[in-house]
């Protein structure tokens, strides 16, 4: 099973960080999309790839509303030109980049159109101009122009000719819902869980999009499952949680944004995110400090995220393989976690964590 870690797009950040991360034996680092709070991801990850040579880069993640398909293909494939292969293309419904234009995510249809859109450029196909929703009081039909000549459809070339030999960019959705997780099922090369790090609900994720495909006539071993997951280590218990309440609110948020509990959940779990739901304050995502962090039990987080020993985030991460996955993405400190205790989580996890899984594999 693959490590990554998940953090902000800078650009001025980026590639000390992702020289970090490499050194540090990480398999892949994934930077955020959400251009009212941090940089632009693909800048982030083309700086990334310059002075890396081994991990995986990509979005963790974008959304199918700020950029037009074709504009996301080109973007992350010029990236995965520069790392010689190495991006993947992380993407979901929408959040924070939404919330800060005003909006919630995107509805599920024009998600999946979206979806359907994105992997035919990114194999370099075409898709119909009569398929490509850009309102024509935006825009108006490319026919109002009387060109002599004009191209029948929407393709990028340069995408096509570089794929003669080499892999097309793999898309990863970030689901919790069953729709969604339905629909990554039939459109993804991955779906990437955001239900907690809880073995129960992952397998319960895991074998709704095997049902999925095997319903319409797809391979079901032919997807690959990860997951999005919080881990603070450290020895201290309290100072564990304290470094993933604040970020564990944001994925845990997504099994109930639309106000009934995804997948299996106990009824005291559904009364901690109902709360949760209902005290969550947007302009304090993420933040440890934050009014929805206060509402996450201590026993709602150790099962919800991954914190203690490294022994104990090794185990707990042995159980996430064992379920099928074969990638997680990491998140841990936030805002408003402690700096100290966040540094002796990274030293931990590096000198102790990353080792002892690869001793494992």
Same mark, same amino acid.
């Given at each position: 099973?693959?490590?990554?870690?998940?953090?902000?797009?800078?650009?001025?950040?980026?590639?000390?960080?992702?020289?970090?991360?490499?050194?540090?034996?990480?398999?892949?680092?994934?930077?955020?999309?959400?251009?009212?709070?941090?940089?632009?991801?693909?800048?982030?990850?083309?700086?990334?790839?310059?002075?890396?040579?081994?991990?995986?880069?990509?979005?963790?993640?974008?959304?199918?509303?700020?950029?037009?398909?074709?504009?996301?293909?080109?973007?992350?494939?010029?990236?995965?030109?520069?790392?010689?292969?190495?991006?993947?293309?992380?993407?979901?419904?929408?959040?924070?980049?939404?919330?800060?234009?005003?909006?919630?995510?995107?509805?599920?249809?024009?998600?999946?159109?979206?979806?359907?859109?994105?992997?035919?450029?990114?194999?370099?196909?075409?898709?119909?101009?009569?398929?490509?929703?850009?309102?024509?009081?935006?825009?108006?039909?490319?026919?109002?122009?009387?060109?002599?000549?004009?191209?029948?459809?929407?393709?990028? +070339?340069? #995408? =096509?000719? *570089?794929?003669?030999? $080499?892999?097309?960019?793999?898309?990863?959705? &970030? /689901?919790?819902?069953?729709? !969604?997780?339905?629909?990554?099922?039939?459109?993804?090369?991955?779906?990437?869980?955001?239900?907690?790090?809880?073995?129960?609900?992952?397998?319960?994720?895991?074998?709704?999009?095997?049902?999925?495909?095997?319903?319409?006539?797809?391979?079901? +071993?032919? #997807? =690959?499952? *990860?997951?999005?997951? $919080?881990?603070?280590?450290?020895?201290?218990? &309290? /100072?564990?949680?304290?470094? !993933?309440?604040?970020?564990?609110?944001?994925?845990?948020?997504?099994?109930?944004?639309?106000?009934?509990?995804?997948?299996?959940?106990?009824?005291?779990?559904?009364?901690?995110?109902?709360?949760?739901?209902?005290?969550?304050?947007?302009?304090?995502?993420?933040?440890?400090?934050?009014?929805?962090?206060?509402?996450?039990?201590?026993?709602?987080?150790?099962?919800?995220?991954?914190?203690?020993?490294?022994?104990?985030?090794?185990?707990?991460?042995?159980?996430?393989?064992?379920?099928?996955?074969?990638?997680?993405?990491?998140?841990?400190?936030?805002?408003?976690?402690?700096?100290?205790?966040?540094?002796?989580?990274?030293?931990?996890?590096?000198?102790?964590?990353?080792?002892?899984?690869?001793?494992?594999?």
């Amino acid at each position: 099973m693959e490590l990554w870690i998940t953090g902000v797009a800078s650009a001025r950040g980026a590639a000390r960080a992702a020289q970090e991360i490499e050194a540090a034996g990480w398999d892949g680092m994934l930077v955020v999309d959400s251009q009212n709070l941090s940089g632009d991801p693909y800048v982030s990850l083309a700086l990334a790839a310059t002075v890396t040579t081994r991990i995986g880069l990509g979005t963790g993640v974008t959304n199918s509303v700020t950029r037009h398909a074709a504009a996301t293909a080109t973007a992350i494939t010029s990236v995965n030109r520069i790392s010689n292969g190495r991006a993947v293309l992380g993407i979901g419904r929408g959040d924070s980049a939404l919330a800060h234009l005003g909006r919630a995510p995107a509805r599920l249809a024009q998600f999946e159109r979206y979806l359907r859109q994105l992997q035919l450029y990114l194999a370099g196909d075409s898709v119909d101009f009569d398929d490509i929703d850009i309102p024509a009081d935006v825009a108006p039909p490319l026919s109002a122009l009387h060109l002599h000549d004009a191209p029948p459809s929407s393709r990028i +070339g340069w #995408i =096509a000719e *570089g794929l003669k030999g $080499n892999a097309k960019v793999p898309v990863e959705v &970030a /689901a919790s819902g069953p729709k !969604v997780i339905a629909m990554a099922a039939l459109h993804a090369e991955r779906i990437m869980f955001t239900l907690g790090a809880d073995t129960e609900r992952l397998a319960w994720g895991i074998a709704l999009a095997k049902k999925t495909r095997q319903d319409a006539g797809l391979d079901p +071993g032919a #997807i =690959a499952f *990860g997951a999005y997951v $919080n881990l603070g280590c450290h020895s201290d218990a &309290a /100072a564990a949680r304290g470094l !993933v309440r604040g970020g564990l609110t944001t994925f845990a948020r997504f099994s109930v944004m639309h106000g009934k509990a995804n997948g299996p959940v106990s009824t005291g779990d559904a009364a901690v995110l109902e709360k949760l739901r209902s005290n969550y304050d947007m302009r304090k995502h993420t933040q440890g400090d934050s009014r929805q962090a206060g509402t996450l039990t201590d026993d709602f987080v150790d099962r919800f995220a991954i914190t203690g020993s490294p022994d104990r985030c090794i185990e707990r991460l042995q159980s996430l393989a064992a379920l099928g996955l074969d990638k997680v993405a990491i998140s841990g400190g936030m805002r408003g976690a402690s700096a100290e205790d966040a540094a002796v989580s990274k030293r931990l996890v590096a000198e102790q964590v990353l080792p002892g899984l690869r001793g494992s594999r």
